[in-house]
């Protein structure tokens, strides 16, 4: 099982978190968002990658 | 032996992740855990690619139709696809979109049964002698 897909994902989760309170205390608010879209971007391209890779391996094994 | 205690400490590791990730807040644990799935469902279908040809063997030496045991699988494949699928929109706070895709799932196993269950009724007829 790869478990290194899951602890960087999250980790991509608790670095978001941590520099969306960086911002918010230094008053950058408007920037909040935009770190977090990024981070969701990021994260949901790489899932997106591994639910292709699952559902293409389903589809080769029981010849669908 | 060894391959299943090592999915099981990947699986809880993963949920010591998850958990670890809600404590900030953000709505990336759901992201984590839809990742959790998947990466345990692609060890799963591995374990599934040994048993196939084996299946598919036994079926064969005890005289069962290949076209027929084909059928089959294609139906276990497409209760997996769409158990994924429907999870992962569960999982996501989607119930509704979850029970659409059961639905075609549904709707897809019963396209793929139906020539069989007309074979079944052709022979029931045909026992009945009319």
């Known amino acids: ?64 | 032996m060894e391959g299943i205690v090592k999915f099981c400490g990947g699986v809880l590791a993963a949920v010591m992740a998850v958990i670890l990730v809600r404590q900030s807040k953000s709505e990336f644990h759901t992201v984590v855990g839809i990742t959790a799935a998947v990466a345990a469902g692609l060890y799963c279908v591995t374990l599934m690619a040994g048993f196939g040809g084996t299946l598919r063997d036994a079926a064969g030496r005890f005289g069962i139709d290949g076209n027929d045991f084909a059928t089959v699988f294609k139906i276990i494949g497409v209760c997996l696809v769409c158990d994924f699928s429907a999870d992962f929109c569960r999982e996501s706070g989607l119930n509704a979109l979850a029970g659409n895709v059961e639905l075609a799932g549904k709707l897809a196993i019963a396209a793929i049964t139906l020539p069989l269950a007309v074979e079944l009724l052709e022979v029931t007829v045909q026992v009945l002698g009319r």
């Open chain 1, 1 to 64: 099982m790869e478990t290194e897909l899951i602890f960087k994902i999250a980790s991509v989760g608790i670095v978001v978190a941590i520099i969306n309170i960086l911002l918010s205390k230094a008053g950058r608010d408007e920037h909040v968002l935009m770190v977090t879209i990024a981070g969701v971007v990021i994260v949901l391209a790489m899932l997106a990658e591994k639910i292709l890779t699952l559902l293409t391996s389903l589809q080769s094994l029981f010849k669908m």
